[in-house]
């Protein structure tokens, strides 16, 4: 199975900072790559589908790239309801793997 | 609206077995590939098994195979997991979700259910 490995596995930032968080697959996915928020208590939100590509309705603050191996989620600007934990999901091949999240703290 | 409803969660000893079912509702439920995730307690998410729109393509998370198995109905609009030989390890929220497309490979889950819990213990 493909292994996704995000970092960091924790932040903290504040309102405004911008913030990376990076998913490095262990072999090439192409762009096969999703982005996740979570929220406490709440089902997963895809934020990014195609290494790049926006969700509809999600923000233009968020925005995803990479390619082959390693892939970046990006927040320009955080706001107050940023914080939550996310995860990247392969759909390369089977089994889909998740890496194991990063948790956005407010400092 | 695209509504997904799982049950069938509950607690079982080890060793037995639990039929997850999801009810799905707001779109064209055969057009689409579905999906089962699951979040253990205090834990990240897991990809569990993924069924393409017409059941021809399967596949399932390597902590599973042998034991669970996804199907569907389309005429029902639902999806099921049949979970065998539980353990306790298998003890999580369980996620229904909607894929953006027919098949498994490049198209995402982007819609969720609300999940049903599964506590395996004895």
């Known amino acids: 199975a493909i292994q996704m490995t995000q970092s960091p596995s924790s932040l903290s930032a504040s309102v405004g900072d911008r913030v990376t968080i990076t998913c490095r697959a262990s072999?090439?996915?192409?762009?096969?790559l999703g982005w996740y928020q979570q929220k406490p208590g709440k089902a997963p939100k895809l934020l990014i589908y195609a290494a790049s590509s926006l969700q509809s309705g999600v923000p233009s603050r968020f925005s995803g790239s990479g390619s082959g191996t390693d892939f970046t989620l990006t927040i320009s600007s955080l706001q107050p309801e940023d914080f939550a934990t996310y995860y990247c999901l392969q759909d390369y091949n089977y089994p889909h793997t998740f890496g194991q999240g990063t948790k956005l703290e407010i400092k | 609206e695209v509504q997904l409803v799982e049950s069938g969660g509950g607690l079982v000893q080890p060793g037995r077995s639990l039929r997850l079912s999801c009810a799905a509702s707001?779109?064209?439920?055969?057009?689409?590939?579905m999906h089962w995730v699951r979040q253990a307690p205090g834990k990240g998410l897991e990809w569990v098994s993924g069924i393409s729109w017409n059941s021809d393509t399967i596949g399932y998370a390597d902590s599973v195979k042998g034991r669970f198995t996804i199907s569907r109905d389309n005429a029902k609009n639902s999806l099921y997991l049949q979970m065998n030989s539980l353990k306790t390890e298998d003890t999580a929220l369980y996620y229904c979700?909607?894929?953006?497309?027919?098949?498994?490979?490049?198209?995402?889950?982007?819609?969720w259910g609300q999940g049903t819990l599964v506590t395996v213990s004895s």
């Open positions: 707001g779109f064209t439920f055969d057009d689409y590939a």
């Open positions: 979700a909607k894929a953006s497309g027919q098949w498994l490979i490049v198209f995402f889950p982007d819609s």
């Open positions: 072999q090439g996915i192409r762009n096969d």
